[in-house]
């Protein structure tokens, strides 16, 4: 519609200067021109249809232009008031300062096989921090280095049917995380894929399993939440015995602090959801979800 618009608009216009601009430098063209719209009055009719036309369009894209201008400056200090809010809650200083606390000795940082093992610690806060690698590779490294500096633990769940990376290029990264002594688990996703059908998620679910295990250890599995399917729900139909897994859900949570979403991390007074972690008491269980894909 724009370009039609765009070609009124030059079409208008031009009529109009080219009379002014042949009117003022007395050019017999403007002369030549008026004969013509006496000869053929339907040019007038064009030339004015044109003209309001054009007018409406050129009006119109200036209040747009306006509005718009008006609308940035009272929406640009909001966006940018809550966009600086969320690069300083999901910044790498911030999980430094986290994972320095869980260093200190009133915290035990564990892995879920330590849980399903019952190795809990009684006398200290018992934290297992997990990781989703839901949309991106690309932020892993950095995250693992940074807790790998720090000596901490924690586990990555990684999907095999994920829309922007797949199955093969994540196999590099979970060798490399396996032998850094990262724990690795499943986010799975098959009752989506087999498009609700549960026998076809269970054969998915287990194959998936079989694909992880060819390249690294791997214990621990947890649903990815999805529109239209709550992968969760094959889990009571899965033979964990058999495939010798356990769900990270199936933990019993004393607290659960995760940043699932992308959502901020901030509640109505302003206090960080991770500085929570100083209300647990000794013997009880934290579990830390944390998505690599937000943090800067």
């Known amino acids: 519609m724009w370009p039609l618009n765009a070609i009124l608009i030059v079409a208008s216009l031009s009529v109009w200067v080219f009379v002014g601009f042949s009117l003022l430098k007395r050019y017999r063209y403007a002369t030549r021109l008026f004969d013509m719209l006496r000869t053929y009055p339907f040019l007038v009719l064009i030339s004015l249809a044109l003209f309001a ?9 200036i209040a747009s232009i306006l509005l718009t ?32 606390k869980i260093s200190s000795e009133g915290f035990a940082v ?51 049917h994920a829309e922007r990376y797949n199955f093969e290029e994540a196999v590099p990264i979970i060798k490399e995380l396996s032998q850094e002594g990262f724990a690795i688990g499943l986010h799975y996703e098959t009752l989506s894929v087999a498009a609700g059908d549960r026998e076809k998620a269970i054969q998915i679910f287990t194959r998936d399993i079989e694909r992880i295990r060819e390249v690294a250890p791997m214990l621990v599995v947890a649903a990815h939440g999805q529109k239209g399917y709550n992968n969760r729900d094959i889990w009571e139909d899965v033979d964990k015995k058999t495939l010798q897994i356990s769900s990270a859900y199936d933990m019993k949570n004393d607290m659960y602090l995760s940043d699932a979403g992308g959502k901020s991390l901030r509640d109505k007074n302003g206090n960080y959801l991770f500085d929570r972690i100083y209300e647990a008491k000794p013997g009880q269980v934290v579990q830390i979800l944390i998505h690599p894909d937000w943090w800067t």
């Open 110 to 160: 564990l892995l879920f096989e330590d849980y399903n093992n019952d190795k809990l610690d009684s006398g200290k806060v018992n934290v297992f921090i997990r990781h989703d690698v839901d949309i991106s590779l690309k932020r892993i490294k950095k995250m693992a280095a940074l807790e790998k500096s720090m000596g901490t633990k924690s586990t990555y769940f990684f999907r095999l």
């Open 69 to 100: 201008g008006i609308a940035g400056l009272l929406v640009c200090p909001f966006l940018l008031y809550h966009s600086l809010r969320w690069i300083n809650d999901y910044n790498y200083t911030k999980f430094r300062k986290l994972l320095e």
């Open 53 to 61: 036309i054009g007018t409406y369009n050129l009006l119109y894209l």
